[in-house]
T-cell receptor, first 117, second 111 residues
Framework: GALVYQYPRRTICKSGTSMRMECQAV??????VAWYRQSPQKTFELIAL?????????EQNFTQEKFPISHPNLSFSSMTVLNAYLEDRGLYLC?????????????FGEGSKLTVL | GEQVEQRPPHLSVREGDSAIIICTYT??????FSWYKQEAGAGLQLLMS?????DRKEEQGLTVLLNKKDKRLSLNLTAAHPGDSAVYFC??????????FGSGTRLLVSP
């Protein structure tokens, strides 16, 4: 079956430092990977959508300078939170799309929880 | 762009009762619909997905209804038990790569 693994599950970092998180798709080709953030007590907000061989599209309020994303192949993506501050804390979720079907179903990992001190 | 509203934000039911959560969306091109469960401190667990050509789907005590005319999606937990206590999210997409989530419903099932 299709699975998505995220690493690390939890990170605590000091304010102003950076944190890199990884997303691994297993059992399918992740031609597109979407990164979301769930701030405390909030819903999931799309940060950016990365499609292999295409430019990464960032949503309003999110920039490449702050959240650089790498999507080098069909099974792996990473995102870094640069200069993390309190407002960056939350659960970062990776969703990868199975390209074999046409359902548009995104498979999500368990998330990487970021705590900023 | 797509707007999704989810209600209620909080729902308390007794064990054995039904719990119904509703999402409304705005884009008539929306093609797929999902419900997720998030337990405390955890990520998202996919409960059920339906495509736009499905009006009703039932699995393991869960019923998803899709009313395309009213642009309304519902999740019905029949005979809820305390283990169902969690936050539930609907998520909809147009068949492209962007998914929009509802605001979440915190469900509490008391014994």
């Amino acid at each position: 079956g299709a699975l998505v693994y995220q690493y690390p599950r939890r990170t605590i970092c000091k304010s102003g430092t950076s944190m890199r998180m990884e997303c691994q798709a297993v059992g399918f080709q992740a031609t597109s990977v979407a990164w979301y953030r769930q701030s405390p007590q909030k819903t999931f907000e799309l940060i950016a959508l990365s499609t292999v061989n295409s430019a990464i599209k960032y949503e309003q309020n999110f920039t490449q300078e702050k959240f650089p994303i790498s999507h080098p192949n069909l099974s792996f993506s990473s995102m870094t939170v640069l200069n993390a501050y309190l407002e960056d804390r939350g659960l970062y979720l990776c969703g990868a799309r199975d390209d074999r079907g046409n359902t548009g179903q995104l498979y999500f990992g368990e998330g990487s929880k970021l705590t900023v001190l | 762009g797509e707007q999704v509203e989810q209600r209620p934000p909080h729902l308390s039911v007794r064990e054995g009762d039904s719990a119904i959560i509703i999402c409304t969306y705005t884009d008539s091109a929306t093609a797929y619909f999902s419900w997720y469960k998030q337990e405390a401190g955890a990520g998202l667990q996919l409960l059920m997905s339906v495509l736009s050509n499905v009006d009703r789907k039932e699995e393991q005590g869960l019923t998803v209804l899709l009313n395309k005319k009213d642009k309304r999606l519902s999740l019905n937990l029949t005979a809820a038990h305390p283990g169902d206590s969690a936050v539930y999210f609907c998520a909809v997409g147009t068949g492209g790569y962007k998914v929009v989530f509802g605001s979440g419903t915190r469900l509490l099932v008391s014994p």
